[in-house]
């Protein structure tokens, strides 16, 4: 019966009906927890499924917990730099953002960044522009200097060099940002 409802809930999710795909995977992610545990692949897969169909449906609150959860324990399975904490912290910023708590969605801006400044810097740039788009709500200047962990107990790695790259967007993004903001996708922001 589950592996059933699997494939269904993914048949609806492929099709674009995320509100069928969001009651499949969310009854998927109630009985994986109990019978294989909260930290089980398939749970965090089916968990990462209803933040995805979360997103599309615009269910920005009923996300962030979730995403909160998902991100935690994809940090510590994972690593912050693999793709799917990467994919988990873009939806909780989008979240964030459309909730209008800004300070928590830059700090994951900043240390999603962060972790992929080795291995991924366009997307990198994508989210530290991000960031700055949204520096009159919070500003990630201060964010860094200020001795807290950001999200998750994580510190910058790249403190410096991000900072560096912050303080160069603040030059190349308009004054009012008003208009970077408008132009933020769940991916971030492109900049020349």
Same mark, same amino acid.
């Given at each position: 019966?589950?592996?059933?409802?699997?494939?269904?809930?993914?048949?609806? $999710? =492929? &099709?674009?009906?995320?509100?069928?795909?969001? =009651? /499949?995977?969310?009854? $998927?992610?109630?009985?994986?927890?109990?019978?294989?545990?909260?930290?089980?692949?398939?749970?965090?897969?089916?968990?990462?499924?209803?933040?995805?169909?979360?997103?599309?449906?615009?269910?920005?609150?009923?996300?962030?917990?979730?995403? @909160? /959860?998902?991100?935690?324990?994809?940090?510590?399975?994972?690593?912050?730099?693999?793709?799917?904490?990467? !994919?988990?912290?873009?939806?909780? &910023?989008?979240?964030?953002?459309?909730?209008?708590?800004?300070?928590?969605?830059?700090?994951?801006?900043?240390?999603?960044?962060?972790?992929?400044?080795?291995?991924?810097?366009?997307? &990198?740039?994508?989210?530290?522009?991000? &960031?700055? =788009?949204?520096?009159?709500? =919070?500003?990630?200047?201060?964010?860094?200097?200020?001795?807290?962990?950001?999200?998750?107990?994580?510190?910058?790695?790249?403190?410096? !060099?991000?900072?560096?790259?912050?303080?160069?967007?603040?030059?190349?993004?308009?004054?009012?940002?008003?208009?970077? @903001?408008?132009?933020?996708?769940?991916?971030?922001?492109?900049?020349?």
């Amino acid at each position: 019966m589950i592996d059933e409802m699997q494939v269904e809930a993914e048949a609806f $999710l =492929a &099709a674009g009906e995320y509100s069928h795909a969001l =009651a /499949e995977f969310s009854v $998927l992610r109630e009985i994986r927890s109990r019978r294989e545990g909260p930290y089980s692949v398939k749970y965090l897969s089916n968990l990462h499924d209803c933040v995805r169909c979360m997103s599309h449906l615009h269910l920005w609150a009923d996300a962030t917990p979730l995403c @909160r /959860e998902l991100h935690g324990k994809y940090v510590r399975t994972h690593g912050p730099a693999q793709s799917d904490t990467v !994919d988990v912290a873009k939806h909780w &910023a989008w979240a964030l953002l459309h909730l209008h708590d800004y300070p928590p969605a830059v700090r994951l801006y900043l240390t999603t960044a962060d972790a992929l400044w080795d291995t991924d810097p366009q997307q &990198a740039k994508r989210l530290l522009a991000a &960031a700055v =788009a949204h520096r009159a709500e =919070a500003d990630p200047v201060r964010m860094m200097t200020a001795d807290t962990p950001l999200i998750d107990s994580a510190r910058l790695s790249h403190s410096h !060099d991000v900072l560096v790259a912050i303080n160069r967007l603040i030059d190349e993004l308009p004054a009012d940002t008003a208009t970077a @903001r408008a132009e933020v996708t769940i991916d971030g922001l492109i900049v020349a």
